[in-house]
């Protein structure tokens, strides 16, 4: 071998050699030198406890700070018949001096003579920068004469815009000459449940008291506070006093009015949805009414055995009860013992929900419905008309089963010779009908049906309208001179 070919062959060994490194540099350098590797992002800090916990803090405070000034406290004087009305039970006011103890109880709950001027207090919220103010019909329905007081303490006599028993809310109207705090309304319907939220109002006279809780759920309804009930529970505090204040969310803007509370719990209260409240206020500032849509019928949810002997499902529908004489329903030819299954074509669920889908109709209107008539369905198509008023509708409500009724009052009981305080006064019976077929005449009290207090025309009604077609339940009377007797009512067949 030539001393030129060993010289190729090593050089070309030397190449090789040399190639090497470079195409495992990357590997030997991680190997080797690993600090020399891009150091990775360093995640953010946990935030601390206390941080989130002083952040929470200072939403609340920012709300308070917000919110308080266009609370108002809503003083009334009373007409003396609510004085009257109003008194609690000796066992009552027991139970009010032990709750709350004798110094309280005098300053809140003690009985006025005849001479002293009668007054109760809730809250309000001023929605409107010319002056409106938003509250509950039940803090103003028997006021003579409307006080309100700002935070800064400035008093206004106060005049009623209107008010809507309905869904137990009200305007009120002040004219100030300088500008007025002004809440700032949000959408109820973005509510979430588990979501904060804060209660502004006067509990037992004490001015801006704060509460704070969560909401517990959201259109609940059967609460037995309004027709037109789709309210926020919250466990936020709500008290006596607190009724007509804002319920607000951490945004600072009113999401609810507080209505109602469960008294024999705790952490359970009321809130109207702001986004209904917007509209009945709306109503009210416009015509100082509330025009809704009426079918001019009675109607009730389907039970297991009413569904079973109608032949058909138990979300078939509501069953029609009755059908008011020359109402829309009678002129559409609706008939007791209809089911309601599909109303402008969507399916009903239960009464609430077609109570606030026909009142949402523009009277005047025609809407297609669907009723299931001995197990077949009939269309029909019914011209909505207006919801009576008020004042009408009560003289209609007032007869229940053929009994005209009244609620008790001490001058009624005592003029009718009765012992009893509580119960429904009955001034009129219609011949043939259920009530007189039971034996009850006018001037008898009805204190229980079916073993179940009716103190209203409400309470009466809620207890008829669960009884099924043929069924007879007892009724506690008492009669004239103080004589207790048991009488057997029968509901109605279709």
Not at 191 to 203: C, D, E, F, K, M
Not at 236 to 244: D, E, F
Not at 349 to 368: H, I, W
Request: glycine share 10%; with cysteine; proline share 8%.
């Amino acid at each position: 071998m030539s001393s030129r070919s060993v010289c190729h062959r090593g050089l070309a060994v030397l190449l090789s050699l040399a190639v090497l490194p470079l195409a495992t540099a990357p590997a030997v350098l991680a190997q080797t030198r690993p600090a020399e590797r891009p150091a990775a992002p360093a995640a953010p800090p946990a935030p601390s406890s206390q941080a989130i916990l002083r952040a929470l803090e200072d939403a609340f405070v920012a709300v308070a700070d917000r919110a308080t000034p266009s609370v108002v406290n809503v003083s009334v004087k009373l007409k003396p018949e609510a004085m009257q009305e109003d008194q609690p039970s000796p066992e009552m006011e027991e139970r009010f001096r032990q709750f709350f103890g004798p110094e309280l109880f005098e300053r809140f709950f003690r009985k006025r003579s005849p001479r002293e001027e009668g007054r109760a207090a809730g809250s309000g919220v001023i929605v409107d920068p010319r002056g409106f103010v938003l509250t509950n019909n039940h803090v103003v329905e028997n006021a003579t004469a409307i006080e309100v007081r700002l935070s800064d303490d400035r008093k206004f006599q106060a005049t009623l815009v209107g008010r809507d028993t309905r869904t137990d809310l009200a305007v009120l109207k002040v004219e100030s000459p300088s500008p007025l705090p002004v809440a700032e309304l949000g959408d109820s319907d973005a509510l979430r449940v588990g979501q904060w939220v804060i209660a502004i109002g006067n509990p037992f006279g004490l001015d801006r008291t704060v509460t704070a809780g969560i909401v517990s759920a959201t259109g609940r309804t059967h609460v037995g506070v309004a027709t037109y009930e789709a309210f926020i529970q919250t466990d936020a505090s709500i008290n006596p006093g607190n009724s007509g204040g804002p319920l607000l969310n951490l945004d600072g803007r009113v999401v609810g009015i507080n209505t109602a509370i469960v008294s024999s719990g705790q952490g359970i209260g009321f809130a109207i949805p702001i986004t209904m409240a917007r509209d009945i206020m709306t109503q009210l500032i416009a015509r100082g009414r509330v025009v809704r849509g009426w079918l001019g019928v009675v109607i009730q949810d389907l039970t297991p055995e009413l569904a079973a002997g109608f032949g058909v499902k138990e979300d078939a529908g509501v069953l029609v009860s009755e059908v008011m004489k020359d109402g829309p329903a009678a002129g559409a030819g609706l008939r007791p013992g209809d089911i309601i299954g599909e109303f402008n074509g969507v399916p009903v669920k239960d009464v609430t929900d077609l109570q606030k889908r026909v009142a949402a109709v523009e009277p005047g209107r025609a809407v297609p419905m669907t009723v299931t008539r001995d197990r077949k369905a009939v269309p029909l198509t019914v011209t909505v008309g207006e919801q009576p008023s008020d004042e009408a509708a009560a003289a209609e409500e007032d007869r229940v089963l053929g009994l005209t009724v009244e609620p008790l009052t001490p001058d009624t009981a005592r003029e009718n010779r009765l012992a009893v305080r509580q119960g429904l006064l009955v001034t009129d019976v219609d011949p043939g009908s259920p009530g007189a077929e039971a034996g009850i005449r006018p001037g008898d009290a009805i204190v229980e049906v079916n073993r179940q207090p009716v103190s209203d025309v409400a309470a009466l009604q809620r207890v008829v309208a669960g009884l099924q077609p043929g069924q007879s339940v007892p009724v506690y009377l008492q009669r004239g001179g103080g004589r207790a007797e048991y009488v057997m009512l029968t509901a109605p067949r279709p």
